[in-house]
């Protein structure tokens, strides 16, 4: 749970699969993690996220094996004083996670075949600015 007495605000993302990516049909996804190396980064975004938008707290979970359409592979809830400031270290993190989490996709589509797609590498973060 996120937030407090103190906030005004909880923001709650969820990212869902989806059944159309690029044009094509997608039956389902594989996500695949560095598993250490992935919550540490993970955390680090939250933190960060919770600093540079003066947010209460921040938490976040990204799931990996197999997932269905329309289940949830990332979720982000944000407090904070204000609307805004919840919103926008949602948009931080979700923004932070597709750039420098060490989590890479495989979608599978509707005729069969399958495809990683541009995943993150380990240094993909170095000299990331706030």
């Keep these: 749970m996120v937030g ?3 906030d005004g605000a909880v923001v709650c993302f969820e990212g869902r699969v ?9 039956v389902r996804l594989h996500y695949e993690a560095y598993p250490g190396m992935a919550d540490e980064t993970l955390r680090e975004i939250a933190a960060e996220a919770a600093r540079i938008h003066a947010a209460g707290s921040v ?33 931080h993190v979700i ?19 399958s495809e990683w797609l541009d995943g993150v590498t380990p240094d993909a ?3 990331v600015s706030e």
């Design 59 to 91: 938490a976040a979970f990204h799931r990996t094996g197999t997932l269905d359409i329309g289940e949830v592979s990332v979720a982000i809830a944000a407090s904070a004083m204000h609307r805004s400031n919840a919103f926008d270290a949602v948009r």
């Design 18 to 26: 989806r059944t159309r990516n690029r044009g094509r049909v997608v």
């Design 95 to 113: 923004e932070q996670v597709k750039v420098r989490l060490p989590v890479w996709k495989r979608e599978e589509y509707a005729d069969g075949s």
């Design 4 to 6: 407090s007495s103190e």
């Design 125 to 127: 973060g170095a000299g």
